[in-house]
């Protein structure tokens, strides 16, 4: 038999084994539903698992370890399956996902919230919003909580309360050779400082204990759209902007190229045009105020501002992020604005004269009490950030996938220069350097050191691994 074959046999075995102790659903490539199980979010991975284990308890997560391991089976661990690498699902691997592990449970008396590590964005908000409370989370409610958090966890609440991951309070953790351990202050304080951060590295996360805050059920938010030949002006003002923010506020500016929908006259349509965002997650009527920081940038094509429900704010971004579009980003992070970044910001890697396809660039607000927290208190890398870059397209035919990736190449590299390290989540396949820049040589030591201790055959690879 040759090697594929081998490995679909094992997978066989392993799915009649699991038969009689899994809750779950085991799906095989012949199985009607495979393609629909195996689909993730990006659009550009197709790969197909030899093996999807759909758990419903974290004593199916731990059997389907075992009866991988025993047969030489690669492991992917899917939550959310919003990757932009993908790495929920691989080629003849075997895929435990854990969207069927139950329901969020909310205690306002303690302000905690129990979250299964399948869960959505959206269920945690709908939960916590019932009592007007939340944990930080991203800014696209189908995003899984898992990825999220165990990367670090940047949302609009995070410059007033902190990561996703400086709210995890405890978590359940399925260990590669089945053993179930839970990670708390008052427990395993080291696995839990390396889950703030690194945590798909040492095991699988089945559950998370968090922290909650008063938040909402209003907030405020405003967006002015502007001519590109205004743009530095902009964001020089968003340099000082960002400055003098209080907590409560977070800033985004970006470039791109206005739509038929976008709400600027029409002779811009189809033209670069920059935005600049806030979102005020304190007292409404102190966010409105802000609305008058964007006439002061700059005069704007078209403006908009008000408040809203901070549950239309978490679902906001949704359709612009929808499943099923192929999709490429890349990112860094920026301790500082010089004008060389701006220019280099606006003109989205390209050179005079030459054109690109639509690909959009960001700069958001980082600080406040994410930069509070000590760069080594937890696993996650450059706290002290002042903003993070990031520029992404979307696409639907297979054609573009080569000049999209290069122009939004061509425009991480324009803006390098100015540039000191990555946020982990925003990671596509992208090598062990930009793992090492993720986290830093102090932290990626201690890192080494709890894989070794955790993981030391590096079971969990297919992630932004870090090599025992």
């Given at each position: 038999?040759d090697?594929?074959?081998?490995?679909?046999?094992?997978?066989?075995?392993?799915?009649?084994?699991?038969?009689?102790v899994?809750?779950?659903?085991?799906?095989?490539p012949?199985?009607?539903g495979?393609?629909?199980?195996r689909r993730?979010?990006?659009?550009?991975i197709?790969?197909?698992?030899?093996?999807?284990?759909?758990?419903?308890?974290?004593?199916?997560?731990?059997?389907v370890l075992r009866?991988?391991r025993?047969?030489?089976?690669e492991?992917?661990?899917?939550?959310?399956?919003h990757?932009?690498a993908?790495?929920?699902?691989?080629?003849?691997?075997v895929?435990i996902d854990?969207?069927?592990?139950g329901?969020?449970?909310?205690?306002?008396g303690?302000?905690?919230a129990?979250?299964?590590?399948?869960?959505l964005?959206?269920?945690?908000?709908?939960e916590?919003?019932r009592?007007?409370?939340?944990?930080t989370?991203?800014f696209?409610?189908?995003?899984?909580?898992a990825g999220?958090?165990?990367?670090?966890?940047f949302?609009?609440?995070?410059?007033?309360?902190?990561?996703?991951c400086?709210n995890?309070?405890a978590?359940e953790?399925v260990l590669?050779?089945?053993?179930v351990?839970?990670?708390?202050?008052?427990?395993?304080r080291?696995?839990?400082w390396g889950?703030?951060?690194?945590?798909?590295?040492?095991?699988?996360?089945?559950?998370?204990?968090?922290?909650?805050?008063?938040?909402?059920?209003?907030v405020a938010?405003g967006?002015?759209?502007?001519a590109?030949?205004?743009?530095?002006r902009?964001l020089?003002?968003?340099?000082?902007f960002?400055?003098?923010?209080?907590?409560?506020?977070?800033?985004v500016?970006s470039?791109?190229?206005?739509?038929?929908?976008?709400?600027v006259?029409?002779e811009?349509?189809g033209?670069?045009?920059?935005?600049?965002t806030f979102?005020?997650v304190g007292a409404v009527?102190?966010g409105?105020r802000?609305?008058?920081?964007?006439?002061?940038?700059?005069?704007?094509?078209a403006?908009?501002?008000?408040p809203v429900?901070?549950?239309?704010?978490?679902?906001?971004?949704d359709?612009?992020?929808?499943?099923?579009l192929r999709?490429?980003?890349k990112s860094?992070?920026?301790?500082?604005?010089?004008?060389a970044?701006?220019?280099?910001?606006l003109?989205r890697?390209?050179t005079?004269g030459q054109?690109h396809?639509p690909?959009?660039?960001?700069?958001?607000?980082?600080g406040?009490a994410?930069?509070?927290?000590?760069e080594q208190?937890?696993a996650?890398?450059?706290?002290g950030?002042?903003?993070e870059?990031?520029?992404?397209?979307n696409?639907?035919?297979?054609?573009?996938?080569?000049?999209?990736r290069?122009?939004l190449?061509?425009?991480?590299?324009?803006m390098?220069?100015?540039s000191?390290?990555?946020?982990?989540?925003?990671?596509g396949?992208?090598?062990?350097?930009?793992?090492?820049a993720?986290y830093?040589?102090?932290?990626?030591?201690?890192?080494?050191?709890l894989?070794r201790?955790?993981d030391?055959?590096?079971?969990?690879?297919l992630?932004?691994?870090i090599?025992?």
């Open positions: 038999m090697a594929l074959a081998d490995i679909e046999q094992a997978a066989l075995d392993a799915a009649e084994e699991l038969r009689s899994f809750s779950g659903d085991l799906v095989l012949a199985d009607p495979y393609d629909r199980a993730v979010w990006n659009g550009c197709d790969r197909r698992p030899a093996l999807i284990a759909r758990c419903r308890c974290t004593a199916d997560v731990a059997a009866a991988a025993a047969r030489g089976l492991i992917a661990v899917r939550g959310g399956g990757s932009i993908g790495l929920s699902v691989a080629d003849q691997a895929t854990l969207s069927g592990l329901t969020v449970r909310v205690d306002p303690t302000r905690r129990f979250v299964p590590a399948g869960s964005l959206a269920s945690v908000d709908r916590t919003q009592h007007n409370l939340a944990v989370s991203g696209v409610s189908h995003t899984g909580v999220l958090t165990l990367g670090g966890g949302g609009w609440t995070a410059r007033k309360h902190g990561l996703a400086d995890l309070r978590a953790v590669a050779d089945g053993t351990v839970v990670a708390s202050e008052a427990g395993d080291d696995l839990l889950l703030r951060g690194a945590g798909s590295n040492f095991g699988v996360t089945t559950a998370f204990e968090f922290e909650l805050h008063p938040v909402g059920p209003m938010t967006t002015a759209f502007y590109l030949e205004d743009g530095a902009v020089r003002a968003l340099r000082q960002a400055e003098d923010a209080s907590d409560e506020t977070t800033w500016a470039v791109w190229d206005a739509e038929r929908d976008t709400p006259p029409a811009h349509h033209k670069p045009v920059v935005t600049l979102v005020h009527e102190d409105l802000l609305d008058r920081q964007l006439r002061a940038a700059a005069s704007p094509l403006e908009t501002a008000g429900s901070y549950l239309d704010l978490q679902c906001g971004n359709a612009g992020w929808r499943h099923g999709r490429y980003w860094h992070y920026l301790w500082d604005l010089p004008d970044a701006i220019e280099a910001f003109a890697g390209t005079a054109g396809p690909i959009t660039g960001s700069l958001q607000t980082r406040g994410v930069a509070r927290v000590g208190d937890t996650v890398g450059h706290r950030a002042k903003f870059f990031l520029t992404a397209s696409w639907t035919d297979p054609a573009e996938d080569d000049a999209r290069a122009h190449r061509s425009f991480a590299e324009a390098a220069p100015y000191r390290g990555v946020y982990v989540n925003n990671l396949i992208e090598g062990e350097d930009r793992v090492r993720a830093g040589e102090e932290k990626l030591a201690r890192l080494v050191s894989k201790r955790y030391p055959d590096n079971v969990f690879h992630n932004q691994n090599r025992p």
